[in-house]
């Protein structure tokens, strides 16, 4: 089935300093994902793509998908330390069945 | 703001025992769903239900593990025979209240300890 890899695992940054993950695929994907979990929080929606080579921002949140639709980015400008948690990247199958396939996570700590 | 609302929020129980897990989804969702989490993993897929049955469930959804709806608003997940290897956050999430909305709603999850 159709999976995601996602890198770093972990990222410790200075406030004040940007952050990226980076989520690869082997396959053209349909739609990416990206959901944040707070320390002992729940996954909380951030956004999803859908188009090649789409571009969307939130504020100081920048997401990239791939124009070939096998990778996507999350890129923090200037890191707050609101922004600490794991950011996802998630690929939602909707055929037949409808489920949230979980990337392994990129861990983000803050120094202050 | 609706709400994914799951009881209790942590359960703890002896190996063997069957637990149930409650979630009320979001009131107008089509798609429902539960997850877990072992302490520092990652957030693992265990079934999804539309349209009153299971649409698709991972391979750690054996026969121990049951979903049910029983009335128009609770979604419960049913573990026959807890093992020590079950302790993890268990989240709900419900989605789906048009064409096009994929955006999932978790609930705060249960923490359930086997012992």
């Known amino acids: 089935g159709q999976q995601v890899m996602q890198i770093p695992q972990y990222q410790h940054v200075q406030e004040g300093e940007d952050f990226t993950t980076y989520c690869n695929s082997s396959?053209?994907?349909?739609?990416i994902q990206w959901y944040k979990q707070r320390p002992g929080g729940h996954p909380v929606f951030l956004i999803q793509?859908?188009?090649?080579?789409e571009v969307k921002k939130q504020k100081r949140l920048t997401f990239q998908f791939g124009e070939a639709k096998k990778n996507s980015s999350l890129h923090i400008t200037a890191t707050q330390t609101t922004d600490v948690g794991t950011y996802f990247c998630?690929?939602?199958?909707?055929?037949?069945?409808?489920?949230?396939?979980f990337g392994s996570g990129t861990r983000l700590s803050i120094r202050p | 703001e609706p709400e994914v609302t799951q009881t209790p929020s942590h359960q703890v129980t002896q190996m063997g025992q069957e637990v149930i897990l409650r979630c009320v989804p979001i009131?107008?969702?089509?798609?429902f769903y539960w997850y877990r989490q072992i302490l520092g993993q990652k957030v693992e897929f265990l079934v999804s239900?539309?349209?009153?049955?299971?649409?698709?469930k991972s391979e750690i959804f054996d026969d121990q593990f049951s979903v049910e709806r029983p009335d128009g608003s609770n979604f419960t997940l049913k573990i026959r025979s807890t093992k020590l290897e079950d302790s993890a956050m268990y989240f709900c999430?419900?989605?789906?209240?048009?064409?096009?909305?994929?955006?999932?709603?978790f609930g705060q999850g249960t923490r359930l300890t086997v012992v």
């Open positions: 999430a419900s989605s789906g209240e048009g064409v096009g909305s994929t955006e999932a709603f």
């Open positions: 396959t053209t994907l349909s739609n």
């Open positions: 793509l859908v188009k090649s080579g």
């Open positions: 998630n690929l939602y199958l909707y055929s037949s069945a409808s489920k949230i396939i």
């Open positions: 009131s107008n969702h089509l798609y």
């Open positions: 239900f539309y349209n009153n049955e299971i649409s698709e």
